[in-house]
Nanobody, 115 residues
Framework: QLQASGGGLVQPGGSLRLSCGAS????????MGWYRQAPGKGRELVAT???????KYEDSVKGRFTISKDISENRLYLQMNRLAPEDTAVYYCHAKFAGGRVQLWGQGTQVTVSS
């Protein structure tokens, strides 16, 4: 019910924009977010955006990544700038609704930062 796209191979210092589409109206979600999982590591929260549009970021991406959503397009975005090799991971979009009792996950999109 969530479909992530936009990953790819980029050089250090480059930019990518991830996109996530949903099969239900995102205006009904309590929160949406992006997680990532690097090889051999656990899944970590990168950024979240609440229904009121307030945002939170993991410390290492603050000032480089921006999470946003477009209600009319029914999509979630993650603009990633100044990418570094340590940002290499599979990125997943995530959503919560029904008071947080229901969670949705996208299938993941690979981001590789390498020269």
């Amino acid at each position: 019910q969530l479909q992530a796209s936009g990953g790819g191979l980029v050089q250090p210092g480059g930019s990518l924009r991830l996109s996530c589409g949903a099969s239900r109206r995102i205006s009904g979600f309590d929160s949406m977010g992006w997680y990532r999982q690097a090889p051999g590591k656990g899944r970590e929260l990168v950024a979240t955006i609440l229904s009121g549009r307030s945002t939170k970021y993991e410390d290492s991406v603050k000032g480089r990544f921006t999470i946003s959503k477009d209600i009319s397009e029914n999509r979630l975005y993650l603009q990633m700038n100044r990418l570094a090799p340590e940002d290499t991971a599979v990125y997943y979009c995530h959503a919560k609704f029904a008071g947080g009792r229901v969670q949705l996950w996208g299938q993941g999109t690979q981001v590789t930062v390498s020269s």
